[in-house]
């Protein structure tokens, strides 16, 4: 009898001995955020660990979260990205851009947060989006919140004609010269200089693509009535006497008179 409780005394000891020595657990390392990104002239395509398909537009940036997959799938934009969403009920997938957080609810969606457009813009081509600070999105909504935090939901869109990017083609609708070259900036790396700082304001409608800077940006000059002038590499946008415009966009004319 006793020197089986002296041998069950003697292992008790040698455990505590052990377990007291053995070094604590160690916790397991994050894996490291990923990130891709485009510069100026640049697209990309890529997939995610769960089959996602992402898109990005010249100059912009998406991070992957560090724990994507795990309990939910996140991702980081600064810029233009386009969406085609492996819908996981369980695992819902979240752009987080500016202020925005725009969530999947079985869909394919684009998300636009350039810093100069002072706003984050959704627009749903199938499915339908839960966007913070406007609502729910369905197929043909765009969804609109601006810095301030005034927000907008357009329903029934034509949204192709806003994702003609996907193609290389930029289609604008009385768009400001200014935001028509800080597109072709983007697209082509070229920056456009203006005269005449007015000259920004004048709306521009057409088709522009990504195949030719000079194409592009001749059928703006024609279009608009200036002239274009390249001095050692500087391109500037300048008036011709009796054809440029008024520098006043539509509606600032019609409040004008």
């Known amino acids: 009898m006793y020197p089986t409780l002296a041998a069950v005394l003697v292992a008790a000891v040698v455990f505590r001995v052990m377990h007291h020595d053995a070094p604590?657990?160690?916790?397991?390392?994050?894996?490291?955020?990923?990130?891709f990104a485009t510069a100026n002239r640049e697209r990309a395509e890529l997939r995610l660990s769960d089959g996602t398909r992402i898109r990005l537009a010249p100059a912009s940036h998406?991070?992957?979260?560090?724990?994507?997959g795990d309990k939910e799938r996140g991702v980081y934009l600064d810029g233009q990205g386009y969406f085609e969403v492996a819908h996981d009920v369980d695992r819902p997938?979240?752009?987080?851009?500016?202020?925005?957080?725009?969530?999947?609810?079985?869909?394919e969606f684009a998300v636009r947060n350039y810093s100069e457009d002072r706003a984050v813009q959704v627009v749903v081509r199938?499915?339908?989006?839960?966007?913070?600070?406007v609502g729910r999105l369905d197929a043909g909504d765009?969804?609109?919140?601006?810095?301030?935090?005034t927000s907008?939901?357009?329903?029934?869109?034509?949204?192709?004609?806003?994702?003609?990017?996907?193609?290389?083609r930029l289609v604008f609708h009385d768009a400001p010269l200014a935001t028509v070259l800080a597109e072709l900036?983007?697209?082509?790396?070229?920056?456009?200089?203006?005269?005449?700082?007015?000259?920004?304001?004048?709306?521009?409608?057409g088709v522009l693509t990504d195949a030719s800077f000079r194409s592009s940006i001749s059928l703006v000059a024609a279009t608009?009535?200036?002239?274009?002038?390249?001095?050692?590499?500087?391109?500037t946008l300048d008036r011709i006497g009796g054809l440029t415009p008024s520098s006043l966009s539509p509606a600032t004319a019609h409040r004008a008179r």
């Open 24 to 35: 604590a657990a160690q916790p397991q390392p994050q894996p490291p955020e990923e990130t």
């Open 62 to 68: 998406i991070r992957v979260a560090a724990d994507f």
């Open 93 to 107: 997938f979240t752009v987080y851009a500016g202020k925005t957080i725009a969530r999947d609810l079985g869909t």
């Open 126 to 133: 199938k499915g339908a989006v839960a966007m913070s600070g």
């Open 142 to 149: 765009v969804g609109r919140l601006e810095m301030d935090g």
């Open 152 to 168: 907008s939901l357009t329903r029934g869109v034509a949204v192709d004609s806003l994702l003609t990017w996907l193609d290389g």
């Open 185 to 205: 900036r983007r697209w082509h790396d070229v920056d456009v200089h203006l005269a005449d700082p007015a000259l920004g304001t004048l709306p521009f409608t």
């Open 224 to 235: 608009l009535g200036l002239r274009v002038r390249n001095t050692r590499g500087r391109v």
